[in-house]
């Protein structure tokens, strides 16, 4: 039974957390089906849960395709920060799901994006030796110089890690 006194100010009720909660469930989980319905019925395709996470960057993480898709198509924005400075495409790259960081770079994610401490997608695809990604990413203009806030490039951080391959693949660049 709803609070009768309660104001407006007080926050959501708990039918809106329930809701909400399902929402990023949902995202979580890829129900692309959902999500078509919803955002046709005016669910904000930008709509973010209190960790700043977006519905995008939550399918995305997770790995689904035809959810994130969907949410794009609806208009949901793939520059969209968390709190804590992660987007969806340096989420991609550090998962090595190279559909998404396609998917993502289709829509408008930007090639070079940072995170706060200046890491890029393409060099935690290279510390996480990520081949494919690396070569994806270099090859939709990502720079292989550019470096990250203690000064490391993607080879460097390649190299710390341990990540062989791309390592490789980034000193063959001279990167």
Same mark, same amino acid.
Do not use: C
């Given at each position: 039974?709803?609070?009768?006194? @309660?104001?407006?100010? $007080?926050?959501? $009720? ?7 909660? @399902? ?31 977006? =519905?995008?960057? =939550? ?26 400075? @992660? ?41 996480? $030796?990520?081949?494919?990604?690396? $070569? ?33 693949? =980034? ?5």
């Amino acid at each position: 039974m709803a609070n009768e006194s @309660q104001s407006p100010h $007080d926050g959501p $009720d708990e039918e809106t957390i329930r809701l909400a909660t @399902q929402i990023f469930n949902a995202a979580r989980e890829g129900e692309a089906e959902n999500f078509r319905h919803w955002l046709a019925q005016g669910l904000p395709p930008n709509m973010r849960n209190h960790n700043g996470d977006s =519905l995008l960057m =939550l399918a995305s993480y997770h790995g689904h395709v035809e959810t994130t898709r969907v949410l794009l198509e609806h208009g949901a924005d793939p520059e969209l920060y968390n709190d804590r400075g @992660q987007n969806p495409l340096a989420g991609a790259a550090f998962k090595g799901n190279l559909p998404m960081v396609r998917l993502l770079l289709e829509h408008g994610a930007a090639v070079d994006g940072t995170t706060p401490d200046g890491k890029t997608a393409l060099m935690f695809a290279a510390m996480f $030796d990520n081949g494919e990604i690396v $070569d994806f990413l270099l090859a939709r203009g990502a720079d292989p110089r550019a470096r990250e806030s203690h000064g490391m490039t993607a080879l460097e951080l390649a190299a710390a890690m341990g990540a062989e391959t791309t390592r490789e693949r =980034l000193a063959a660049l001279g990167a």
